[in-house]
T-cell receptor
Framework: GENVEQHPSTLSVQEGDSAVIKCTYSDSASNYFPWYKQELGKRPQLIID?????GEKKDQRIAVTLNKTAKHFSLHITETQPEDSAVYFCSTRGPGATNKLIFGTGTLLAVQP | DGGITQSPKYLFRKEGQNVTLSCEQNLNHDAMYWYRQDPGQGLRLIYYSQIVNDFQKGDIAEGYSVSREKKESFPLTVTSAQKNPTAFYLCASSADPQRGYTFGSGTRLTVV
């Protein structure tokens, strides 16, 4: 079935540095790739998404890139701040007509002040 | 509270007991989902429902049951057959496959 691999599992950066989280997926028919941020003890929140007809999307300090040929997509956070510390999940829509999402295993990002 | 409410926030279960987790949404979303979250394992799909009176098993449905009698409600029952139920349970809903999910705030279930 559909599988999403996410790396790294933990990432520590200094405040102001950039952070990059990478995901690969197995189903070439996947066409929607949302990213979620989950702060400790809270619900996941959608922070950015990209569709398969777009190669890159930016929203202030956050950007996502998609390489359909290689079947991987990445989250880029620039000028990191302590409030960016959280677990980040990549996901992709599963196969078939359903709209269920398949999630990566998460990346714990720690931004050191 | 984001339009999707889970209750209770914390739940304790004794061995051999069934417990039911509530999930209610007022977003008029057709699709609803239950995920289980364990440390280091991300979000794993338990059950999902795309329409009232219909639901499908996810990847880890054994030991769980659901119902979808109303569009707004998708309760999850953790049965005694679930041998390792201690986890954080998240409910989500979606109106459109291309818009992602809205998550509830979760229920933390602990076996005592």
């Amino acid at each position: 079935g559909e599988n999403v691999e996410q790396h790294p599992s933990t990432l520590s950066v200094q405040e102001g540095d950039s952070a990059v989280i990478k995901c690969t997926y197995s189903d070439s028919a996947s066409n929607y790739f949302p990213w979620y941020k989950q702060e400790l003890g809270k619900r996941p929140q959608l922070i950015i998404d990209i569709r398969s007809n777009v190669g890159e999307k930016k929203d202030q300090r956050i950007a996502v890139t998609l390489n359909k040929t290689a079947k991987h997509f990445s989250l880029h956070i620039t000028e990191t701040q302590p409030e960016d510390s959280a677990v980040y999940f990549c996901s992709t829509r599963g196969p078939g007509a359903t709209n269920k999402l398949i999630f990566g295993t998460g990346t714990l990002l720690a931004v050191q002040p | 509270d984001g339009g999707i409410t889970q209750s209770p926030k914390y739940l304790f279960r004794k061995e051999g007991q069934n417990v039911t987790l509530s999930c209610e949404q007022n977003l008029n979303h057709d699709a609803m989902y239950w995920y289980r979250q364990d440390p280091g394992q991300g979000l794993r799909l338990i059950y999902y429902s795309q329409i009232v009176n219909d639901f499908q098993k996810g990847d880890i449905a054994e030991g769980y049951s659901v119902s979808r009698e109303k569009k707004e409600s998708f309760p999850l029952t953790v049965t005694s057959a679930q041998k390792n139920p201690t986890a954080f349970y998240l409910c989500a809903s979606s109106a459109d496959p291309q818009r992602g999910y809205t998550f509830g705030s979760g229920t933390r279930l602990t076996v005592v």
